[in-house]
């Protein structure tokens, strides 16, 4: 039907405002050369205004055919639902949003690649080889080219799959790491985000069922034949032995007696020398102090003169001893059948059964975590100059002759 406004009044016309055409097309004016046509709807109970153009580039009659096109799509008819064409445009210009964010975000390997760099200077030789080559080898291939809204859970699962019974260790840190690269490049005010790489009850179902594991223990020296070993360790050569040594007299992890340092040796410490392993060759990646023993600063007194390395213990290229140098110490020797590990199981018997120190000094000495709170506060205290009283015990435990002494200790 025709409408109310004329050809003329539309060209002549200046005063801000709507002027209204009939069903539902409007004239809208806000300035002397801004003009523009809009289709008025309603639609879910909520008023629509429907752009049609500029009156430049839209004449009436042309505004007058887009409104009812739009009009029929709105109200729709027998074989087509009618749309809400504002909600709909919004739609479609989100989506092309989201498309353009998705195309311009970085992939998973990218992301990877970036955490790696920021850490690497903290990070140990063994997480520094460690982490892209796992990453690399599990991780990429499934989705390396993904980016992080892309991965799903099931993207986890697949390439989870094939080690989680045969590469046990393996699978475990490969999840940790992608689901820590994931959480770090995650929105955090996302309150919906649900990290996929969380072993949730959901993938832990999916995944092979586990068999059991079997606790084996470090094979280890029994304390009462310490004493006779730690003789026949000094009558040893070589730097691995010396190494060795150490050790025991620490009882420190293997690890970190081949990252030691001179630098973190300290021997103006007031009460005594002390050895601080920084928290990043820690299992545990707190720092750890530990209290030195007369003979353990013998041993490193021996080994000082004509130093060059920043490292303590070296191979004779100079550069650091591999983890199995030890090992290879107690086979030549013919103690093929304990570990070096289990030496740290030796000072743990004789330190229950043969002194009365606390559960707190004693497990601060192996650098352990503890599950009750209190213990916990009790290592984080230090004690130093207990465990330092109980380094000193030890180490004059096994220079002994071998037998069992009762110490006292509080």
Same mark, same amino acid.
């Given at each position: 039907?025709?409408?109310?406004?004329?050809?003329?009044?539309?060209?002549?016309?200046?005063?801000?405002?709507?002027?209204?055409?009939?069903?539902?097309?409007?004239?809208?004016?806000?300035?002397?050369?801004?003009?523009?046509?809009?289709?008025?709807?309603?639609?879910?109970?909520?008023?629509?205004?429907?752009?049609?153009?500029?009156?430049?580039?839209?004449?009436?009659?042309?505004?007058?055919?887009?409104?009812?096109?739009?009009?029929?799509?709105?109200?729709?008819?027998?074989?087509?639902?009618?749309?809400?064409?504002?909600?709909?445009?919004?739609?479609?210009?989100?989506?092309?949003?989201?498309?353009?964010?998705?195309?311009?975000?970085?992939?998973?390997?990218?992301?990877?690649?970036?955490?790696?760099?920021?850490?690497?200077?903290?990070?140990?030789?063994?997480?520094?080889?460690?982490?892209?080559?796992?990453?690399?080898?599990?991780?990429?291939?499934?989705?390396?080219?993904?980016?992080?809204?892309?991965?799903?859970?099931?993207?986890?699962?697949?390439?989870?799959?094939?080690?989680?019974?045969?590469?046990?260790?393996?699978?475990?840190?490969?999840?940790?790491?992608?689901?820590?690269?994931?959480?770090?490049?995650?929105?955090?005010?996302?309150?919906?985000?649900?990290?996929?790489?969380?072993?949730?009850?959901?993938?832990?179902?999916?995944?092979?069922?586990?068999?059991?594991?079997?606790?084996?223990?470090?094979?280890?020296?029994?304390? +009462?034949? @310490?004493?006779?070993?730690? $003789? %026949?360790?000094? =009558? !040893?050569?070589? *730097?691995? &032995?010396?190494?060795?040594?150490?050790?025991?007299?620490?009882?420190?992890?293997?690890?970190?007696?081949?990252?030691?340092?001179?630098?973190?040796?300290?021997?103006?410490?007031?009460?005594?020398?002390?050895?601080?392993?920084?928290?990043?060759?820690?299992?545990?990646?707190?720092?750890?102090?530990?209290?030195?023993?007369?003979?353990?600063?013998?041993?490193?007194?021996?080994?000082?003169?004509?130093?060059?390395?920043?490292?303590?213990?070296?191979?004779?290229?100079?550069?650091?001893?591999?983890?199995?140098?030890?090992?290879?110490?107690?086979?030549?020797?013919?103690?093929?059948?304990?570990?070096?590990?289990?030496?740290?199981?030796?000072?743990?018997?004789?330190?229950?059964?043969?002194?009365?120190?606390?559960?707190?000094?004693?497990?601060? +000495?192996? @650098?352990?975590?503890?599950? $009750? %709170?209190?213990? =916990? !506060?009790?290592? *984080?205290? &230090?004690?130093?100059?207990?465990?330092?009283?109980?380094?000193?015990?030890?180490?004059?435990?096994?220079?002994?002759?071998?037998?069992?002494?009762?110490?006292?200790?509080?």
């Amino acid at each position: 039907m025709p409408g109310k406004l004329k050809p003329l009044d539309v060209e002549r016309e200046m005063k801000p405002g709507k002027y209204a055409d009939g069903d539902g097309l409007y004239l809208i004016v806000t300035g002397p050369a801004a003009k523009s046509w809009s289709y008025r709807y309603w639609k879910g109970g909520k008023e629509r205004w429907h752009g049609l153009g500029s009156f430049k580039d839209v004449s009436l009659k042309n505004a007058r055919l887009a409104r009812d096109a739009a009009r029929l799509r709105v109200k729709g008819d027998r074989n087509t639902a009618g749309v809400d064409i504002v909600q709909e445009r919004r739609d479609a210009r989100q989506e092309a949003k989201a498309v353009e964010a998705q195309n311009a975000a970085p992939t998973f390997e990218e992301c990877a690649e970036v955490y790696i760099r920021a850490q690497w200077s903290t990070w140990s030789e063994k997480h520094r080889d460690q982490w892209p080559s796992s990453l690399k080898r599990y991780a990429y291939p499934t989705i390396g080219k993904l980016t992080i809204a892309e991965i799903k859970p099931s993207h986890i699962h697949q390439l989870l799959e094939p080690i989680w019974l045969t590469k046990r260790e393996t699978a475990n840190r490969v999840r940790g790491r992608i689901e820590t690269i994931i959480a770090r490049n995650a929105n955090i005010d996302d309150s919906d985000f649900r990290n996929p790489a969380e072993l949730t009850k959901q993938l832990r179902e999916k995944l092979p069922k586990r068999p059991k594991r079997v606790i084996r223990h470090h094979p280890a020296l029994p304390y +009462a034949e @310490a004493a006779r070993f730690m $003789s %026949e360790l000094r =009558a !040893a050569e070589g *730097r691995a &032995a010396m190494a060795l040594r150490f050790l025991i007299f620490t009882v420190c992890r293997t690890n970190e007696i081949v990252g030691a340092k001179w630098s973190e040796i300290d021997r103006t410490f007031p009460t005594g020398a002390v050895w601080r392993i920084p928290g990043e060759r820690m299992k545990m990646d707190q720092d750890h102090c530990v209290p030195l023993s007369q003979p353990a600063l013998d041993v490193l007194d021996g080994l000082s003169k004509g130093q060059q390395s920043e490292l303590i213990f070296t191979n004779p290229d100079g550069q650091e001893f591999s983890e199995n140098a030890m090992l290879a110490v107690l086979d030549r020797m013919g103690y093929g059948h304990v570990t070096v590990h289990g030496f740290r199981a030796t000072f743990a018997t004789w330190a229950e059964e043969c002194t009365d120190y606390p559960d707190g000094v004693r497990e601060a +000495a192996l @650098a352990h975590k503890y599950k $009750s %709170e209190t213990t =916990a !506060a009790y290592q *984080r205290g &230090a004690k130093l100059e207990k465990r330092r009283a109980l380094m000193s015990d030890w180490a004059n435990f096994i220079r002994a002759p071998s037998k069992v002494i009762q110490l006292a200790r509080g």
